[in-house]
């Protein structure tokens, strides 16, 4: 238990922002492979842009 509590303290971003992460990243890997343009969704979990 003790690993997992110091694990967690590790963690500096929410959860929602984590997975905004992975889709810019998976996107831009995506976009260097076919050369071309990737249009993200643009919203959050609860329907907002959450682009800023």
Same mark, same amino acid.
């Given at each position: 238990?003790? $690993? $997992?509590?110091?694990?967690?303290? +590790?963690?500096?971003? %929410?959860? @929602? @922002?984590? $997975?905004?992460? $992975?889709? #810019? ?5 995506? &976009?260097?492979?076919?050369? @071309? %343009? #990737?249009? +993200? &969704? !643009?919203? !959050?979990?609860? !329907? @907002?842009?959450?682009? !800023?």
């Amino acid at each position: 238990m003790r $690993l $997992l509590r110091e694990t967690a303290d +590790l963690i500096l971003a %929410p959860y @929602e @922002e984590a $997975l905004r992460t $992975l889709e #810019v990243t998976l996107a831009a890997n995506r &976009s260097a492979e076919t050369g @071309e %343009p #990737v249009t +993200l &969704s !643009g919203n !959050g979990p609860d !329907g @907002e842009d959450s682009c !800023g």
